[in-house]
């Protein structure tokens, strides 16, 4: 059902589409959204264990299309340098399939904020993370996407770069 790129020669290696969601600090989420039209909203998130993680709030238009239907797509661009002489853009990007899940039990919650925290301030002290995350504990959501299909893309003139054989 997942399709495969066309340009192959372009296509991201399964570590490379990794480290691009390693590395990344925002994407878009794309839901079914209300009245049929898709719900593309952007959002922080940590990749660990090879599943998506996002936090959000208890209501809102992303978690009613996510009750309705958990078939999601996020999509992270690493790379958009724009080279207006060659009309195109040195583009790198990824974009994951899978079901999002909202989590349930405390300690699943517990653990995926808490690593998300970690990755977006690294620098904080344990102490500083754990009041963080008690001040929105009440009103925190968390979701988990799995993966079932990702894909990473670059621009031709990025792959050329490339080793033959190495993506
Ligand atoms: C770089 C970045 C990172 C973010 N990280 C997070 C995060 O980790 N967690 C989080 O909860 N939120 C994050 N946000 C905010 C997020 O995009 C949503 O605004 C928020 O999650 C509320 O979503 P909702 O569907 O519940 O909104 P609702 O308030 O239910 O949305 C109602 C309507 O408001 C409009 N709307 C909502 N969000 C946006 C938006 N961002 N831009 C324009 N119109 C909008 C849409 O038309 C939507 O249908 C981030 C935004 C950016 C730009």
Known sequence: MFRDLRRKRQALSPQACADVLARGTSGVLAVAGDGGYPYAVPLS????????????ARAGHKLDAIRRDPRASFCVIDQDQVVPAEYT?????VIAFGQVRILDSEEE???AVEKLALKYAPEDSSSNRQSAIQREWDSLCMLEMTVEHLSGKEAVELARLRPEGQE
């Open 45 to 56: 998130f940590l990749y660990d264990g090879g599943k998506l993680y996002f936090h959000c």
């Open 89 to 93: 853009s040195y583009f790198r990007s």
């Open 109 to 111: 919650i517990r653990q």
